[in-house]
């Protein structure tokens, strides 16, 4: 029985195999123990032979005045028992992370579900799902009531991970430590009108992990691009410098 499972979702046309090819090879240079990678996705072309790939179950979203809000409700299905011939526990990862350190302990760390804490929002019981660690099926709750009432979860909760947390209580998960998991935007960049002059300054000491959650995304922050048109009062700081020390671990 392989006990450690890397599983990432592919979706739509959002982000192409690269970024399921790269995160693949970013685990493989990272983790030591045995472990099984597997996308679900709606579309395995072009990823490497070494990913597993599932198809992704049919999912209902909530109602698009919910939808809008947030699009990655689907991650819930995270969360199915059985969930296909997994065993032990799921280490999820966002396609869009740069991995910077050994995983080995995000397997160790918690009997609970653990996950990052939500920067711009802490003490809030709000996660930030670009990292989550539980057992297999454990938590198969939380998509068994998000199906039997999604409009009104979405409409109480708002996203997928402020649910994941809020509903499961503060004694019933684990944060991740903080440095562990670093936020590109939050933790990288200097910040404000300094973005348009300074290069970001590097990899956070002790991180693993460097979310890029939103814009930019770590293709276009090694090139010194946002990723998408900002409005011109954004400008001053919605603009970064090309980062260089991306290359070496986004490959």
Same mark, same amino acid.
């Given at each position: 029985m392989v006990a450690n499972n890397v599983v990432c979702m592919k979706w739509g046309k959002v982000y192409g195999p690269e970024y399921v090819n790269i995160l693949y090879r970013m685990v493989r240079r990272n983790l030591t123990v045995p472990f099984r990678f597997v996308c679900l996705t709606d579309d395995p072309a072009g990823l490497d032979p070494g990913i597993e790939t599932m198809p992704i179950p049919? @999912?209902?979203?909530?109602?698009?005045?919910?939808?809008?809000?947030?699009?990655?409700?689907?991650?819930? +299905?995270? @969360?199915?028992?059985? $969930?296909?011939? +997994?065993?032990?526990?799921?280490? $999820? +990862?966002? +396609?869009? =992370? =740069?991995? =910077?350190?050994?995983?080995? =302990?995000?397997?160790?760390?918690?009997?609970?579900?653990?996950?990052?804490?939500?920067?711009s929002q802490p003490n809030r019981l709000i996660g930030q799902a670009s990292a989550i660690c539980f057992p297999v099926g454990a938590y198969h709750h939380l998509l068994d009531n998000y199906l039997a009432d999604r409009n009104g979860i979405a409409a109480k909760f708002e996203t997928e991970q402020k649910y994941i947390t809020r509903a499961l209580g503060k004694d019933n998960f684990a944060y991740f430590p903080d440095e562990w998991c670093r936020s590109f935007k939050m933790h990288c960049l200097p910040g404000g009108i300094l973005n348009s002059f300074i290069a970001p300054t590097g990899i956070p000491a002790k991180a693993r992990v460097i979310v890029f959650h939103g814009n930019p995304n770590p293709p276009d922050a090694l090139a010194g691009v946002w990723g998408k048109p900002v409005p011109w009062y954004k400008r001053f700081y919605k603009t970064l410098k090309p980062t260089p020390w991306i290359a070496e671990y986004w490959r």
């Open positions: 049919s @999912f209902p979203e909530p109602s698009p005045e919910h939808y809008r809000k947030c699009q990655a409700w689907r991650k819930l +299905l995270l @969360f199915a028992k059985p $969930f296909a011939d +997994l065993e032990g526990k799921i280490f $999820f +990862l966002d +396609l869009d =992370v =740069v991995i =910077v350190g050994n995983l080995d =302990v995000f397997f160790a760390y918690s009997d609970k579900l653990a996950i990052i804490e939500n920067w």
